[in-house]
């Protein structure tokens, strides 16, 4: 993973931590609890630890951390912290209770090892700050209205191979020129900002517009993919089972018609919306395009990819200041890429893959065409 990203997350988890000080109000909830085992009959006892988890509980409920981006909600994972924090630290507590309500000592024992375990992570996470800091290693930050892509691509689906891996970024490439095209008219470079490489993760550069065409586009994909993805699993189920391929083709076909359905309905629709000009035949090829660029999508996010878009609020104008026709539409574009980004979520695409949307072919040039 990167080592800036690692430093900007391992910050906002010892701020979140630090607001309330959770470490401390678990170890009061844990010493309340300790009371009544020890007390049960003084009524006191479970007043003070009925209102130690409101106090937590609420907080937990609404923790910075629970609106975190999937990839890095990831890198929370892959440290071991991931139900430590926010909503699964509120649940492994719940469930510690809820399931011994009549033997509190069990529920004694189970907070102290939840206890145990968030001191230690949030230790932890105080000396991986310190040591960022001792190494001048910088935190990455963006700037004010500026947005970033995470794009994720699965080590197994390039198998590691180079090639494999320069053509999957060369699709990404193709993505987001199809949408550039639409949003401005013309093609662009992406900036790549960072490169992490426990899966190969890029982080690149994008206008507001673009990200908000591109984040919003990826919502409704994954919304359709959620229906089509209990159909993989029945169809994978079907295929462990012995059930001979050909007999599975329906759903697969059944699965594939959903979601081009719903793409082609996305890219008419997103083209309606931004495309400026008037020539019907350049919108009708930008549809295509657009059209080719969100199967890629589907069927990458269907092969475990993964992607989410990080946006920096724009400061507050002065009282003086009148806001500009610009900056309102780009605070309503920092608006929908913060509203979508919180129901995107890593989806178990474990199984064969079962989308085989049109991707098009490349032709002497090296540029796409729409398969006929």
């Keep these: 993973m990167n080592a800036e990203k690692l430093y900007k997350i391992s910050s906002e988890l010892k701020d979140e931590f630090d607001k309330i000080n959770v470490v401390n109000v678990l170890t009061q909830l844990k010493r309340h609890l300790q ?21 937590l509980f609420d907080y937990l409920e609404t923790a910075p951390s629970n609106d975190f981006s999937p990839i890095w909600r990831q890198i929370i994972e892959e440290i071991g912290g991931i139900n430590l924090v926010g909503k699964n630290l509120k649940q492994r507590i719940e469930n510690a209770f809820n399931s011994n309500q ?8 189970e907070i102290n090892t939840i206890l145990t375990e968030t001191q230690s992570f949030y230790n932890g996470l105080n000396q991986i700050n310190a040591g960022f800091a ?29 090639s494999s891996l320069k053509k999957e970024i060369a699709e990404l490439n193709f993505i987001l020129n199809n949408i550039s095209e639409v949003a ?49 699993n029945l169809r994978n189920q079907l295929k462990e089972k012995g059930v001979p391929e050909k007999e599975t083709k329906g759903i697969e076909q059944y699965a594939n018609s959903t979601m081009e359905t ?18 019907s035949a350049r919108k009708n090829e930008l ?3 657009l059209t080719i660029s969100f199967n890629k999508i589907a069927n990458r ?18 009282k003086e200041e009148e806001k500009s026709a610009e900056q309102k539409q780009q605070e309503q574009f920092i608006k929908n890429i913060q509203k979508s980004s919180k129901s995107l979520e890593f989806i178990n695409t474990s199984g064969d893959s079962i989308l085989s949307l049109e991707e098009g072919k490349e032709d002497v040039n090296g540029t796409e065409e729409n398969k006929k």
Excluded: W
């Design 35 to 55: 009371n009544m085992v020890n007390q049960p009959q003084q009524l006191a006892h479970q007043q003070n630890l009925t209102k130690s988890k409101k106090q």
């Design 102 to 109: 009549i033997t509190p000592s069990s529920a004694l024992e």
């Design 134 to 162: 001792s190494l001048n290693i910088g935190m990455e930050e963006l700037e004010p209205g500026h947005c970033e892509l995470s794009y994720l691509i699965p080590r197994k689906f390039t198998e590691e191979n180079l």
């Design 184 to 232: 401005t008219g013309e093609k662009q470079e992406f900036k790549v900002n960072t490169l992490s490489s426990s899966d190969y993760t890029l982080y690149i550069e994008l206008t507001l517009l673009i990200g908000n065409i591109l984040i919003i586009a990826t919502e409704k994909i994954l919304n359709t993919y959620k229906t089509i993805l209990e159909i993989k």
């Design 262 to 279: 719903e793409i082609v309905k996305l890219a008419k629709e997103m083209v309606t919306q931004h495309y400026k000009g008037k020539d």
């Design 287 to 289: 549809i295509n395009g």
């Design 301 to 318: 996010i269907d092969n475990g990819f993964n992607l989410d878009i990080r946006v920096e609020t724009l400061p507050e104008a002065g």
